[in-house]
């Protein structure tokens, strides 16, 4: 595992995968299908991997952070970074950044939460992780009320955020005055796409960011590194194919939900058997298996024409 993010280049010179975490039929962490997936993500170029919304980081034990953390330092490769979460709940985040500061991470990401929280001390709960940890944080911008441009700013200026994973959902992405007034404030090296292939050309285009991550990557990471490729040669027309291959999935993440359907996702798609999902998620409705299975192996059968971007 490497161990430092040194600047920009580095966070952006690959796609930032954000996996599902497979789990047993007793919700414990399953090493084998986990370093399965991690192999197919490397093979396809992927060399970030963020362990967030997807993996259900909201929801794992304190008890079990440290083995989690363990599998993840001896299994990804030795030129992959990976980045854990902490959070949301400010006593989880203090003992997870208590176990973090005692390993070798480059960051930590803090989970967005909408519970018992404001924006101040949301805040203070940043900065005292951040002084914990001594280094800069993954900012998640998911909502406009979560923390404002002005906090963003400040916590850049005292070295609190490594860069912010923006992913506030606009109908139209190029449309944006919040990321507009974000990027006037820290500049775009401090700002990834954080929703995916969708939105990840116009943030490219109009925005001018330079990162993105991605979820359905987990079953097609070949095709979402060379969507990245495409994006910095703006080459948008080949972008634009590219991306086009990931609306099938991502359309339905969208209306059935995001980190639930992309597990499945990717045990239908043979990539590895994810198995149940932790609560507080729920399974996908058995109904609904067929399409993703159908969408899944679709964009994973891609991957076989994809050129080397």
Same mark, same amino acid.
């Given at each position: 595992m490497? *161990?430092?993010?040194?600047?920009?280049?580095?966070?952006?010179?690959?796609?930032?995968?954000?996996?599902?975490?497979?789990?047993?039929?007793?919700l414990?962490?399953?090493?084998?299908?986990? #370093?399965?997936l991690?192999?197919?993500?490397?093979?396809?170029?992927i060399?970030?991997?963020? +362990?967030?919304?997807?993996?259900?980081?909201?929801?794992?034990?304190?008890s079990?952070?440290? %083995?989690?953390?363990?599998?993840?330092?001896? *299994?990804?490769?030795?030129?992959?970074?990976?980045?854990?979460?902490?959070?949301?709940?400010?006593?989880?985040?203090?003992?997870?950044?208590?176990?973090?500061?005692?390993?070798?991470?480059?960051?930590?990401? !803090?989970?967005?939460?909408?519970?018992?929280?404001?924006? !101040?001390?949301?805040?203070?709960?940043?900065?005292?992780?951040?002084?914990? @940890?001594?280094?800069?944080? !993954?900012? =998640?911008? #998911?909502?406009?009320?979560y923390?404002?441009?002005?906090?963003?700013?400040? /916590?850049?200026?005292?070295g +609190?955020?490594?860069?912010?994973?923006?992913?506030?959902?606009r109908?139209?992405? %190029?449309?944006?005055? =919040?990321?507009?007034?974000?990027?006037?404030?820290?500049?775009?090296?401090?700002?990834?796409?954080?929703?995916?292939?969708?939105?990840?050309?116009?943030h490219f285009?109009?925005?001018?960011?330079?990162?993105?991550?991605?979820?359905s990557?987990?079953? $097609?990471?070949?095709?979402s590194?060379?969507?990245?490729?495409?994006?910095?040669? #703006?080459? =948008?027309a080949?972008? %634009?194919?590219?991306?086009?291959?990931? /609306?099938? @999935?991502?359309?339905?993440?969208?209306?059935?939900?995001? $980190?639930?359907?992309?597990?499945a996702?990717?045990t239908?798609?043979?990539?590895?058997?994810?198995?149940?999902?932790?609560?507080?998620?729920?399974?996908?409705?058995?109904?609904?298996?067929?399409?993703?299975?159908?969408?899944a192996?679709?964009?994973?059968?891609? %991957?076989?024409?994809v050129?080397?971007?």
């Open positions: 490497r *161990t430092t993010l040194n600047g920009p280049a580095e966070w952006q010179s690959s796609v930032i995968a954000v996996p599902p975490m497979a789990r047993t039929k007793e414990d962490f399953a090493a084998d299908p986990n #370093k399965r991690i192999r197919h993500l490397e093979a396809g170029g060399s970030i991997i963020m +362990c967030g919304g997807n993996a259900n980081f909201y929801n794992i034990a304190i079990e952070y440290e %083995e989690v953390l363990d599998f993840l330092e001896e *299994t990804v490769g030795p030129d992959t970074w990976v980045i854990p979460s902490i959070g949301p709940a400010f006593g989880a985040m203090r003992d997870q950044a208590t176990i973090l500061a005692r390993r070798k991470f480059p960051a930590a990401m !803090v989970l967005p939460t909408t519970a018992n929280f404001s924006p !101040v001390g949301l805040e203070r709960a940043i900065r005292y992780a951040a002084d914990k @940890l001594n280094q800069p944080l !993954v900012i =998640y911008a #998911k909502t406009e009320g923390l404002s441009v002005d906090q963003i700013a400040a /916590l850049d200026r005292d +609190c955020v490594l860069f912010v994973k923006y992913a506030i959902v109908e139209k992405p %190029e449309i944006d005055d =919040y990321l507009t007034r974000l990027v006037d404030a820290i500049g775009t090296d401090r700002i990834v796409s954080g929703i995916g292939e969708r939105p990840a050309l116009a285009r109009t925005f001018g960011l330079k990162g993105f991550t991605t979820g990557g987990s079953v $097609a990471p070949a095709s590194t060379s969507l990245l490729g495409a994006l910095k040669a #703006k080459d =948008y080949r972008a %634009e194919q590219i991306r086009q291959r990931f /609306l099938e @999935l991502e359309n339905l993440r969208d209306t059935y939900g995001p $980190a639930e359907i992309l597990h996702a990717v239908l798609a043979d990539v590895a058997d994810m198995g149940p999902v932790l609560p507080l998620m729920s399974e996908v409705s058995d109904d609904l298996l067929p399409d993703i299975a159908a969408a192996k679709r964009l994973k059968a891609g %991957e076989k024409a050129e080397p971007a």
